[in-house]
């Protein structure tokens, strides 16, 4: 994998089109210039973690005694789950609305940084860990496209309407289902590999 296909496969797996609605149900009750400083430190906090799991990725794998192929075909799995609900998303799921202000929970984690998105990154770092700073580049690029999407979250509601950003989605989780396949191929390919 080389970094534009690690950056686009991030961008899919962090989707945030997708998050555009549950990101309006939980902020936007609050003025704009909140808002955005909301979403912004949400951002920077799931940024850190993507970082600290790409840092510490391969410590992790060997301290669990996880190896490439396992991981590969559990990612595949893992992204094809995401990918199918993105295309047949399930009906009546609201987000809670809390008086609180978000914080960490759910924006940060699992909104963007969740396990899908930590997977793949443990999973490209597994894969190549000399190309360390490629994935971290991916990584960037990915969080700063989601970044300028979800800020600017307010004016393509009103461009494109829900309709429009859910065909998005849709569209979006079809590239996603082609992406784990070849993944969990990959993954599997390896494990043949190993025991040949």
């Not at 993105?86 to 978000?102: I, K, L, R, W």
């Amino acid at each position: 994998m080389d970094f534009l296909s690690a950056a686009v496969l991030l961008v899919i797996i962090m989707d945030p089109l997708g998050n555009i609605p549950v990101f309006h149900a939980l902020v936007g009750r609050y003025p704009r210039s909140r808002r955005l400083a909301i979403i912004a430190r949400e951002m920077m906090i799931a940024y850190g973690v993507l970082a600290a799991f790409l840092l510490a990725g391969r410590a992790i794998l060997g301290y669990l005694g996880l190896k490439q192929p396992a991981l590969g075909v559990a990612g595949g799995v893992v992204l094809f789950i995401i990918a199918l609900r993105m295309v047949f998303p399930q009906a009546g799921v609201v987000a809670e609305e809390s008086q609180e202000e978000p914080f960490i929970v759910p924006l940060a984690v699992p909104m963007i940084a969740g396990p899908s998105a930590v997977a793949a990154t443990l999973l490209l770092v597994s894969r190549d860990p000399q190309r360390l700073l490629t994935w971290w580049g991916a990584v960037s690029v990915a969080w700063v496209v989601s970044a300028a999407i979800l800020l600017a979250s307010g004016l393509l509601m009103e461009m494109l309407g829900p309709r429009a950003l859910r065909a998005l989605v849709r569209l979006s989780g079809m590239l996603l289902i082609m992406m784990a396949i070849q993944m969990l191929m990959d993954g599997l390919t390896a494990y043949l590999h190993s025991i040949g």
